[in-house]
């Protein structure tokens, strides 16, 4: 079974929109809410989220957190803390522990259907060029020895950005 066309998707659409286990949110280390997607995910849930997160303490950078959807669609929210952009090797192990993070706290919580963003490539600066194949290959190398997972998507807000993750995953389909 080729994994990435079976289980992985890429779609230009609102995450907050999405009907599944689970969507992850580019969020920052205090979980209380922001900019971008987070805002977003923030505003659609409802104040009930912010309440939760508060009881949290907080996420370092890399590190993942899950909470209750609350007014979105998705059952479980999974806030991921992504790097700010330096040009360091260690902003690349960082995004990659941002997926690997959420995608085990994910089976640890039996969600079997999940949304990315495109976690660090709004404000904190990284760019979709190099983040778009972090993201496809850390989820195929879990997808591949993870069976629990149905489907993994990426949820993305721009042209630019579905065309540079459709380009990754034609690469890594051959």
Excluded: W
């Excluded at 949110?25 to 995910?41: E, H, K, P, R």
Aim: aromatic share 6%; glycine share 8%.
């Amino acid at each position: 079974m080729n994994i990435i066309r079976q289980k992985i998707s890429v779609l230009k659409c609102d995450i907050t929109t999405l009907a599944l286990d689970a969507i992850v949110n580019a969020a920052n280390s205090s979980l209380l809410g922001g900019g971008g997607v987070d805002g977003a995910i923030h505003r659609a849930a409802g104040p009930e989220l912010l309440r939760e997160c508060r009881t949290l303490g907080g996420c370092p950078t890399g590190e993942a957190r899950i909470t209750n959807g609350y007014n979105l669609k998705a059952r479980h929210i999974i806030h991921t803390v992504g790097p700010v952009y330096s040009g360091s090797p260690k902003d690349a192990e960082l995004l990659e522990a941002c997926y690997n993070n959420s995608l085990t706290l994910a089976v640890k919580h039996n969600i079997r259907t999940i949304a990315f963003p495109a976690v660090s490539c709004g404000v904190y600066g990284y760019p979709i060029v190099e983040a778009a194949p972090i993201a496809i290959r850390s989820a195929k190398r879990f997808l591949e020895e993870n069976t629990l997972f149905e489907k993994v998507i990426f949820a993305l807000f721009s042209d630019d950005y579905l065309d540079h993750y459709r380009s990754v995953l034609g690469l890594m389909e051959k």
